[in-house]
């Protein structure tokens, strides 16, 4: 077994499982804060007025000027695309599209070898288009409904996002000519030079693989090619099952259980959240408890500010802001935590007596995520399952609407009017593209403020762009997945035989069980493959109905019984092949079977040979040795061999250890009789060895070894 990273950092999973001969992707995310290297789409910095900025204020800060710009002196060809903003290197908006950094697909030579792709949830769907249509992949893809549903509305928002900023930047691309020109080596290798030694020197590094994004019809494409399931919903495949669980992070958001019946178990989580107070159905620990096996990606990226303190913050700064007639932008992905926010927020409102208060969703797909959200009841908490059965709706979108505390928009030029003082969540989280433009310059007011809640982002990276903003940007990253002590609660609660995780949390999560036990941990980074041992020693199948009619059993003597009280079950594909079931003090049933084995919907069976197989299965001559040898009758055996005392063979008998003995005969050579001709056997109850030259007596020694076995041979 082997685990591939192809994942670009802990916030984007991406993993390569080979497990039985299949090969299984594990989540497809992109790492979207690449879009952060990009400035936002409708702020303008352009040289001639860094250049006035510069002179302006040499006086003041000539040092920070001289470090802001002092590339544009040194290689002109860099300030083509990039601009330097108090230190940060950002790509120019005027000179290309947003290019989006893939998992590390490279790492797979032959896509046709993938065999399934398992999706935890939404959030790491990103990159799937670029999987199904832009190579030769012929798998399966499985997730849940939910998350196949609400992951097309936000690869189709993200479309329409990235279109917006494409066409505002064409005019100048098609007159400067420089679209995608810095994506060029040499550009980027200067890049290199010029940064070594400063914060951001490996920002780019391996921006030359960064690429367009797909087209909405990809989208169409991929979807429909997902294969939808339920939570606990078995999916066969060679010899092993795949069943999804509940994460309890977002709608339809699952872990993943990859299990051989009997045999190895692998788990995946991703994205987890163990609150029973959110509205997704709760964690689910007993399907995954006990694994061989626990892949850990992509927990809490702020484990020091607990989400209910980020919640408590987020709105004591909504009730200020508001309370002195300012408007709150709240940057948000348009499903995820938002639906938590939206009724918390109407009640805290009403608490604060600012119940007229209005709170917008401007989103191209808010209206469909809010229908969906009430329709997948069955995916939800038991409280909102509840609701649903009334017959009300799980969510409160529906009673805010009326009350017209709430409303949906399309997009801010569609016929949005905001009545302020009011709540407005829009999308990217980002700010570099969509809607949240628009409004952050609309709204640049010092009673207003910007209030970012996705942990996704870097604030820093995040806001430099927007320094001459008045209004109040402050980061409350609400993040609900487990942090590094409830992965700590829940790893000895799973009691994982091998933990793998990313390196980034060697210090902070241990493989401790509820035992006081440990487990090995492996940690891996991007582009790192972890080889796994396989203890496994055997497969589960099925014999024919037909065959198994034909099965006469015969039942072994009680000393063989008593040196041999062990199961034992060998499958070969076209030859003669022994099974033997036992239990404790019970008898040993033996039968021989000549069969073919074969795989059938997804299952190994054993079938009865057809003339063309059995005209194989004759000329099969090998045989395996099963059980232990008897010692003690094998030397009662070479004693009485006629051949050996009608040749006057000298046999001597050397007992090395309790459980080890050397035989050696020694006969004459019959070619040179002045010539001693010895053999020698090395002999234990689980191994025999035998040397000599002449071929008749290593076939005589042979028979009576296979002769003299407690257990049997095919």
Request: hydrophobic share 30%; glycine share 4%.
């Amino acid at each position: 077994m082997k685990v591939h990273c192809l994942s670009q950092s802990v916030q984007s999973p991406c993993f390569l499982l080979e497990y039985k001969n299949v090969k299984i992707l594990l989540d497809c995310a992109l790492e979207i804060s690449s879009i952060l290297h990009f400035l936002p789409k409708n702020l303008n910095y352009n040289n001639s007025n860094n250049n006035n900025n510069s002179n302006n204020n040499n006086n003041n800060n000539n040092n920070n000027n001289n470090n802001s710009y002092s590339f544009k002196e040194k290689d002109q060809e860099i300030n083509q695309f990039f601009k330097n903003l108090n230190g940060t290197l950002y790509i120019d908006n005027g000179c290309s599209n947003i290019k989006y950094n893939c998992p590390q697909f490279e790492m797979i030579d032959d896509f046709s070898t993938i065999d399934m792709i398992l999706i935890s949830n939404y959030t790491n769907i990103y990159a799937l288009p670029f999987i199904t249509e832009y190579t030769n992949f012929q798998g399966k893809v499985y997730a849940t409904e939910p998350t196949v549903q609400i992951g097309k509305l936000l690869l189709e928002e993200l479309v329409q996002m990235d279109k917006q900023y494409s066409n505002s930047i064409n005019n100048s691309i098609n007159n400067n000519n420089l679209s995608d020109c810095w994506q060029n080596i040499e550009i980027i290798e200067k890049l290199n030079v010029h940064n070594v030694g400063m914060e951001n020197e490996n920002l780019y590094r391996d921006s030359y693989r960064w690429r367009d994004l797909y087209k909405k019809i990809d989208i169409e494409k991929s979807f429909e090619k997902i294969q939808s399931i339920r939570f606990n919903e078995s999916i066969k495949h060679y010899g092993f099952e795949c069943i999804p669980s509940s994460s309890g992070y977002g709608l339809g958001s699952a872990n993943w259980v990859i299990e051989s019946k009997g045999f190895e178990k692998v788990v995946y989580i991703s994205d987890s959240s163990l609150s029973l107070s959110r509205y997704p159905t709760p964690f689910q620990l007993s399907p995954i408890d006990n694994p061989d096996l626990l892949i850990l990606s992509k927990i809490n990226h702020y484990p020091n500010n607990p989400p209910d303190q980020m919640l408590s913050e987020l709105c004591s700064n909504i009730g200020s802001t508001l309370q002195q007639g300012g408007t709150v932008l709240i940057p948000s992905y348009s499903c995820g935590i938002i639906l938590d926010l939206f009724e918390h927020l109407a009640d805290y409102l009403n608490k604060v007596g600012l119940p007229y208060i209005p709170i917008y969703f401007v989103s191209s797909v808010s209206k469909a995520v809010l229908s969906y959200a009430d329709i997948y009841s069955e995916w939800l908490n038991k409280s909102k399952q509840e609701r649903a059965f009334m017959p009300e709706t799980p969510f409160l979108h529906q009673d805010l609407m009326k009350k017209g505390q709430f409303q949906a928009y399309q997009h801010v030029h569609s016929n949005f009017q905001a009545n302020d003082p009011c709540i407005i969540f829009t999308g990217h989280p980002s700010c570099r593209i969509g809607d949240i433009t628009t409004l952050i310059k609309l709204y640049d007011n010092p009673k207003n403020s910007i209030l970012l809640i996705e942990p996704d982002f870097d604030f820093k990276s995040t806001v430099l762009p927007f320094s001459k903003q008045i209004s109040r940007i402050q980061f409350l990253p609400i993040d609900p997945r487990i942090n590094f002590n409830e992965a700590n609660l829940l790893i000895s609660k799973l009691s994982p035989k091998h933990l793998i995780i990313p390196r980034i949390y060697k210090n902070y999560v241990k493989n401790k069980h509820s035992n006081g036990n440990f487990g090995m941990v492996s940690t891996i980074l991007p582009l790192d493959t972890i080889k796994i041992t396989n203890h496994q020693k055997y497969e589960s199948g099925f014999i024919d109905k037909e065959l198994a009619q034909t099965i006469q059993t015969k039942v072994l003597d009680k000393s063989s019984q008593s040196k041999n009280n062990t199961t034992t079950t060998t499958t070969t594909t076209t030859t003669t092949t022994t099974t033997t079931t036992t239990t404790n003090n019970q008898p040993i049933h033996v039968a021989e079977i000549t069969g073919v084995l074969s795989l059938s919907d997804h299952e190994l069976i054993i079938s009865p040979p057809n003339i063309s197989d059995s005209n194989k299965i004759i000329h099969i001559k090998e045989k395996f040795i099963w059980g232990t040898l008897s010692i003690e009758n094998i030397i009662k055996a070479i004693n009485s061999t006629k051949q050996f005392k009608n040749n006057g063979d000298s046999i001597e008998y050397f007992e090395i250890n309790e459980n080890y003995y050397l035989i050696k005969i020694s006969s004459k050579n019959k070619s040179n009789d002045n010539e001693q001709q010895v053999t020698n056997i090395h002999l234990s109850p689980h191994n025999v060895n035998i040397e000599t030259s002449c071929e008749n007596t290593r076939r005589l020694i042979s028979d009576i070894v296979l002769l003299n076995c407690n257990g049997f041979y095919i």
